[in-house]
């Protein structure tokens, strides 16, 4: 009788990888519906202050976010002209993330991802981050977009969209 020996399968994840600042992040690719360049926003009176406003793509009202000030990142206004949206799936809406730059699709395991710690080292809190990616010699910090915004936020954005 032959012994099977069981052969482990690598899961493939891909991630968009954006920059807030110096610090790499990305989002699970399957969460990004597409990228659009700056945009003028209309703003939106009485939204949390990390609200930008929301954009029209193509006939559908987009609420958009500005991560910096989601995660109390320092303000750029210079370098806000070539920030990038990214348009992402949120419990079925759509919401825009303007972030300072995106850098490409990332490939990696999802082995090689691990819990982030709880007192994390990053700017940001811990409870917007799915886990660190450690690609090549980089650390990749993997937001998770589902907890990005609290059940009373979501509530509010699905009303300005």
Request: proline share 3%; with cysteine; hydrophobic share 45%.
């Amino acid at each position: 009788m032959a012994v099977q020996k069981k052969v482990s399968v690598r899961q493939e994840v891909q991630a968009v990888g954006f920059y807030l600042g110096e610090d790499e992040y990305a989002i699970y690719i399957n969460k990004v519906r597409e990228i659009v360049q700056m945009t003028d926003i209309r703003k939106i009176p009485k939204s949390p202050q990390f609200v930008e406003g929301v954009i029209n793509i193509r006939g559908k009202i987009i609420p958009i976010l500005d991560l910096r000030k989601r995660f109390d990142l320092a303000i750029n206004e210079a370098a806000k002209q070539n920030c990038k949206i990214l348009i992402v799936e949120l419990e079925k809406n759509q919401v825009g993330l303007i972030v300072d730059n995106v850098s490409e699709v990332m490939r990696f395991y999802a082995d090689e991802i691990e819990k982030a710690p709880p007192m994390f080292s990053s700017n940001i809190s811990s409870q917007y981050i799915q886990g660190v990616a450690k690609i090549e010699n980089k650390l990749i910090i993997l937001l998770d977009v589902e907890k990005l915004l609290s059940f009373e936020e979501k509530s509010v954005l699905e009303r300005i969209g």
